[in-house]
């Protein structure tokens, strides 16, 4: 559809957006089977550290958030939004984000093998809160919830509007309209006169 924006004594004509890559579907394809086999090397990579090791227990969990985000990034980076520049979206970044973290993160220290000091406090937290029995289901998904964070945070990341091409043109100045639509309006009176005074010159001929 076009869209028109008065400027003054000119008019902007935008047209259809236009895509800067070839065609949508094929690179959007194409960027989530970069995704998919990203993500997969990772997933495989995350097998080979020990999760007994609270350093190697970490670093799996983040090579699986890594995993997550090859995922998202490959839908934003293949056009899923509007085809514009990347930008941050600070509503989904204070909303969305850094809960899903606190949560996540809270839920990872809690339940990871190798227990700690800090691991039984932030337990003790989450029990307090009547969440204790949850964190314990789920430690058998902690990858889960690492790869979902990884997800979840491409999700801040959004897209401009799509490039546009403007076509500027000259437009009818408003009081040529309105003497155009006078005259006109006149002319049907005048058409309207006529025409009575010949339907009064058939009677009067009768």
Same mark, same amino acid.
């Given at each position: 559809?076009?869209?028109? #924006?008065?400027?003054?004594? /000119?008019?902007?004509?935008?047209?259809?957006?236009?895509?800067?890559?070839?065609? @949508? @579907?094929?690179? /959007? &394809?194409?960027?989530?089977?970069?995704?998919?086999?990203?993500?997969?090397f990772l997933l495989w990579l995350a097998? #080979? +550290?020990?999760?007994g090791s609270t350093g190697e227990f970490?670093?799996?969990?983040?090579?699986?958030?890594?995993?997550?985000?090859?995922?998202?990034?490959? #839908?934003?980076?293949?056009?899923?939004?509007?085809?514009?520049?990347?930008?941050?979206?600070? &509503?989904?970044?204070?909303?969305?984000?850094?809960?899903?973290? *606190?949560?996540?993160? &809270?839920?990872?220290?809690?339940?990871?093998?190798?227990?700690?000091?800090?691991?039984? /406090?932030?337990?003790?937290? !989450?029990?307090?809160? =009547?969440?204790?029995?949850?964190? %314990?289901?789920? !430690?058998?998904?902690?990858? *889960?919830?690492?790869?979902?964070? =990884?997800?979840? +945070?491409? +999700?801040?990341?959004?897209?401009?509007? @799509?490039?546009?091409?403007?076509?500027?043109?000259?437009?009818? @100045?408003?009081?040529?309209?309105?003497?155009?639509?006078?005259?006109?309006?006149?002319? &049907? %009176?005048?058409? *309207? *006169? /006529?025409?009575? %005074?010949?339907?009064?010159?058939?009677?009067?001929?009768?």
């Open positions: 559809m076009l869209r028109r #924006q008065r400027d003054d004594d /000119r008019e902007t004509e935008v047209g259809e957006s236009e895509h800067v890559w070839g065609s @949508p @579907p094929v690179v /959007r &394809g194409l960027t989530t089977l970069l995704g998919v086999a990203a993500a997969g097998t #080979q +550290f020990d999760l970490w670093a799996a969990m983040g090579i699986l958030a890594g995993a997550g985000a090859c995922l998202g990034l490959s #839908q934003l980076l293949g056009g899923w939004t509007k085809w514009g520049a990347p930008t941050v979206s600070p &509503g989904v970044l204070l909303l969305g984000f850094l809960p899903t973290l *606190v949560a996540v993160g &809270g839920i990872l220290v809690a339940t990871r093998p190798t227990g700690t000091e800090e691991g039984a /406090r932030v337990a003790g937290w !989450i029990r307090d809160l =009547g969440l204790g029995g949850v964190a %314990e289901d789920l !430690i058998l998904f902690q990858g *889960v919830l690492a790869f979902g964070l =990884g997800i979840v +945070f491409t +999700f801040i990341f959004d897209t401009r509007g @799509p490039r546009t091409r403007a076509v500027e043109r000259d437009a009818v @100045p408003d009081e040529e309209v309105h003497d155009y639509r006078r005259e006109e309006a006149a002319a &049907g %009176e005048e058409t *309207v *006169v /006529r025409e009575h %005074e010949a339907v009064v010159d058939r009677r009067e001929s009768t």
